[in-house]
């Protein structure tokens, strides 16, 4: 065996190692990737924990994941839509930072920006949301990027449509409810 076999077999199995690691960990049922991500065991196999689509999210929605040094998805990029949400940025800047295609744009060009998949849940919580209680509020009103995703019903009332929204957690960052109005959880 010569010199190059040897490396490109130690490279395989450093990869097949990696992968095995990456299949072990549940796919993403205690956190929430970035934009684009792919699926948790390529995602945990592309990602070089660089920290370059953290730095490049100006509304500090991304963050690194701690946990054991051990475990494949520490220090890995998560979003923190419990106090952020994500802008959904037209150039998707923490995307564009990725150099190993951990996060990546769908291909071809339809003209429209891409827009991700669901990211999370959003639903109202009626007992907490001011409009259910009785006084006007519209705090959340003009922050949904999503055209249809919030609505306003039933004596302006908001009412988040499943099928449109994105989960991003714009709603709930201006909600100016404590606690939130608006829950954010994991999707299914």
């Known amino acids: 065996m010569d010199r ?12 097949e190692i990696k992968a095995d690691l990456a299949r072990d960990t549940p796919s993403g049922v ?21 920290d370059k689509c953290i730095a490049a999210c100006e509304f500090n929605v991304l963050f690194k994941l701690s946990g054991e040094p051990s475990h494949p998805a520490t220090a890995t990029p998560v979003m923190d839509l419990l ?9 998707w800047p923490c995307v564009a930072a990725c150099e190993t295609d951990a996060l990546k744009l769908p291909e071809g060009d ?5 827009r991700p998949g669901k990211f999370a849940v959003a639903e109202i ?9 009785g006084p006007e509020c519209g705090a959340c009103a003009d922050f949904c990027p999503l055209e249809g995703a919030l609505q306003w ?10 099928l449109i929204c994105s989960g991003c957690g714009r709603c709930r960052e201006a909600c ?5 109005a608006v829950k954010i ?3 299914p």
């Open 4 to 15: 190059r076999d040897f490396l490109r077999l130690g490279a395989d199995k450093v990869a």
């Open 185 to 187: 959880t994991l999707l």
């Open 110 to 114: 339809s003209g429209a920006p891409p």
């Open 30 to 50: 205690n956190w929430i990737r970035p934009p684009f991500a792919e699926a948790e065991p390529d995602f945990l196999i592309n990602c070089t924990r660089c």
């Open 83 to 91: 106090n952020r949400g994500c802008h959904m940025c037209a150039d």
């Open 176 to 180: 100016i409810t404590e606690p939130k």
């Open 153 to 162: 019903r039933r004596g302006g009332r908001p009412v988040i449509d499943a």
């Open 125 to 133: 919580d009626t007992a907490q949301c001011l409009p259910y209680l």
